[in-house]
């Protein structure tokens, strides 16, 4: 029985606009909606900008763990290191 959003009492939270975006994309109004007339070359004279906050794509990383494997020079017995516990 709740109304969607925030419940009356609660101290909201908001992301505020970030100074430097990793992106920018700027939509372009090319036409007058009033009489059709190009805009094209009309400078505007204001930006409303909005801001939207993604996060990105998990991604697997992966780390290859190598071991030495030698001969003893002198007695030609094979050592080799050891891996770590967790890598199995």
Known sequence: G?????????EGTTLRQVEHP???????VH???GCGA??????????DV??????PPVSIEVTQHEREVKSCPHCRCVQQAEF????T
């Open 2 to 10: 709740k109304k969607p959003g925030g419940q009356e009492g609660h």
């Open 22 to 28: 990793h992106h920018r994309v700027v939509h372009r």
């Open 31 to 33: 036409t007058c909606q």
């Open 38 to 47: 190009s805009l094209r070359d009309v400078k505007p004279f204001k930006f």
């Open 50 to 55: 909005r801001q939207v906050f993604d996060l």
């Open 84 to 87: 770590p516990p967790h890598v």
